[in-house]
T-cell receptor, first 116, second 108 residues
């Protein structure tokens, strides 16, 4: 079974630009969540999608948005990039919603974003 | 958001030594997960625990789901250089909560 696939793996953007990151979950998984990881802040939850609906959102500004398609693939977008947005962005997939007991999430390798 | 308290923050050990780390929460969890993350890579699931008191092994790794459901422990026996990385715990609530991580360095 293929794992969670994230593209692109590395990218460099300039302040003020926008970026779109893509995530393909494990086949059969309907929940996709996104995280920002920085050395100082650890793993910070961005949002979760289940069956094309955003189910939960972390404490990030509106510049961070996402969506999920009918095939469960997901994209996240960051507009008006700032230097502080430089981070590893991780996508994770899960068979069900978070609140289900016994749920497990599996991470992709991440997309390294550098904003200059 | 809520973070799980994980200790120790970092460990420097000799190859062959055993390692113990733990995670505590102020809330009850129904699932505890342990991940390992290598530099520049995504976290990889090591062990999943679904029941209070459960003790589960995966090779040299053993993890336990605390009876109170507010803590979990991960042990690594006979450490080897490839055990180097950051280990963190996670538990589901209305979102997934993550531990602050334990950085492990194994000295050959």
């Amino acid at each position: 079974k293929a794992g969670v696939t994230q593209t692109p793996r590395y990218l460099i953007k300039t302040r003020g630009q926008q970026v779109t990151l893509s995530c393909s979950p494990i086949s059969g998984h309907r929940s996709v969540s996104w995280y920002q990881q920085t050395p100082g802040q650890g793993l910070q939850f961005l949002f979760e999608y289940f069956s094309e609906t955003q189910r939960n959102k972390g404490n990030f500004p509106g510049r961070f948005s996402g969506r999920q398609f009918s095939n469960s693939r997901s994209e996240m977008n960051v507009s008006t990039l700032e230097l502080g947005d430089s981070a590893l962005y991780l996508c994770a997939s899960s068979p069900g919603q978070y609140m289900s007991s016994g749920n497990t999430i599996y991470f992709g390798e991440g997309s390294w974003l550098t904003v200059v | 958001g809520q973070q799980l308290n994980q200790s120790p923050q970092s460990m420097f050990i000799q190859e062959g030594e055993d390692v113990s780390m733990n995670c505590t929460s102020s809330s009850i969890f129904n699932t505890w997960l342990w991940y390992k993350q290598d530099p520049g890579e995504g976290p990889v699931l090591l062990i999943a625990l679904y029941k209070a008191g459960e003790l589960t092994s995966n090779g040299r790794l053993t993890a336990q789901f605390g009876i109170t459901r507010k803590d979990s422990f991960l042990n690594i026996s006979a450490s080897i250089p490839s055990d180097v990385g950051i280990y963190f715990c996670a538990g589901p609530g209305n979102q997934f909560y993550f531990g602050t991580g334990t950085s492990l360095t194994v000295i050959p």
